[in-house]
Nanobody
Framework: VQLQASGGGLVQAGGSLRLSCAAS????????MGWFRQAPGKQRELVAG???????EYEGFAKGRFTISRDNAKNTLYLQMNSLKPEDTAVYYC????????????WGQGTQVTVSS
């Protein structure tokens, strides 16, 4: 399985970005896909995730500002980020989990998001 993330960039505070993650390879019909982020000097953290059945979940900082979605036909994951803040600056990674107990984990290469104040 390969994950290719795109859509990062430099944006001013209050602006928006849309991230995409295209998955390819041996993808199971049931899986969980998510966005994580890692800021300099910090641990990687979950931003939002969504199942094949379109059940989204968000971390607190993402609620109301970010929207996760997916196109199962295209095996593509999206993250619409609005009202961006400087503290959202990080490398954003997409993640796919599948198999029994979601034991198989795959990571994309990451895309940089920089929010200027």
């Amino acid at each position: 399985v390969q994950l290719q993330a795109s859509g990062g960039g430099l944006v001013q505070a209050g602006g928006s970005l849309r991230l995409s993650c295209a998955a390819s390879g041996n993808i199971f019909s049931s899986n969980f896909m998510g966005w994580f982020r890692q800021a300099p000097g910090k641990q990687r953290e979950l931003v939002a995730g969504i199942t094949t059945g379109y059940s989204p979940e968000y971390e607190g900082f993402a609620k109301g500002r970010f929207t996760i979605s997916r196109d199962n036909a295209k095996n593509t994951l999206y993250l619409q980020m609005n009202s961006l803040k400087p503290e959202d600056t990080a490398v954003y990674y997409c993640n796919l989990r599948q198999g029994p107990a979601k034991v198989f984990h795959y990571w994309g290469q990451g895309t940089q998001v920089t929010v200027s104040s």
